[in-house]
């Protein structure tokens, strides 16, 4: 029981390193495109990238809370809860990367009366920030995955599947905020009651709304489809 207990702290361990070694790819890309172009282009998807890693750290560290803090299990519970919130308010910014891909079309700057489709230099562009998407879609559901089997285990199928639904729900929202409203994951702390009133404000105004739902909708169609793909391919493999 112990040894299966292990195996979840350390949840998908080679797709974590695989994922390490195309973001790395992915930001040496953009290095090289920077040279190409002998333009400072892109310098914020280090942040970016950084960012949709960082709910993967918090994931790795509720399991170990949740494996090797059992002797004191108020402490642990707490620990749990703080972590987890931590995740929440930081997990849409591993999907958040799937809106990065508007940006070759802000940033490529073909010549005058050149059919873009055709100069490699877009491939470029192009073909880094659908890496970032990619990578910033896997990671987000490598999070939810794990964090999912803990809710799963602890509170029955049915509750781990309203949860991970819940959360995809919310990260749709956070994705939408932080790509129109411009706020971060930080600010939840340094500005609460602010981001309280725009979100309130985004979800009672049927103008905004207009533009809310679709965006919304479409990332959440998107993340929730991926990660059943993934949730029902991880089950077949048992």
């Not at 361990?13 to 333009?39: D, F, Q």
């Not at 949740?66 to 999907?95: C, D, E, H, Q």
């Not at 079309?105 to 880094?128: C, M, N, S």
Request: net charge positive.
């Amino acid at each position: 029981m112990r040894r299966l207990k292990q195996r979840n702290v350390q949840p998908n361990i080679a797709i974590l390193v695989l994922l390490l070694i195309a973001t790395i790819g992915c930001l040496s890309l953009a290095v090289y495109l920077r040279e190409y172009t002998n333009r400072q282009l892109y310098l914020y998807l280090n942040w970016d990238v950084f960012l949709a890693w960082v709910p993967v750290g918090l994931t790795l560290l509720m399991n170990i809370v949740y494996v090797y803090m059992n002797k004191n299990r108020t402490f642990r519970w707490i620990s749990l809860l703080l972590i987890g919130l931590a995740w929440l308010f930081f997990y849409p910014n591993s999907a958040y990367l799937i809106t990065d891909m508007l940006h070759p079309f802000v940033h490529y700057k073909p010549e005058a009366g050149e059919r873009f489709t055709q100069d490699l230099e877009f491939w470029y562009h192009l073909i880094l920030f659908f890496s970032a998407a990619l990578i910033g879609l896997l990671l987000s559901i490598v999070s939810l995955f794990s964090v999912h089997g803990l809710v799963r285990r602890t509170f029955g199928e049915i509750t781990g599947w309203i949860f991970a639904l819940i959360i995809l729900m919310l990260s749709s929202l956070g994705i939408y905020i932080g790509r129109f409203v411009r706020w971060n994951s930080w600010d939840v702390l340094l500005k609460p009651s602010k981001i309280f009133q725009d979100t309130l404000l985004l979800l009672t105004d049927p103008e905004q709304l207009q533009h809310v739902l679709p965006f919304t909708g479409m990332i959440f169609a998107v993340t929730l489809i991926s990660y059943c793909v993934v949730y029902c391919f991880s089950y077949m493999k048992r």
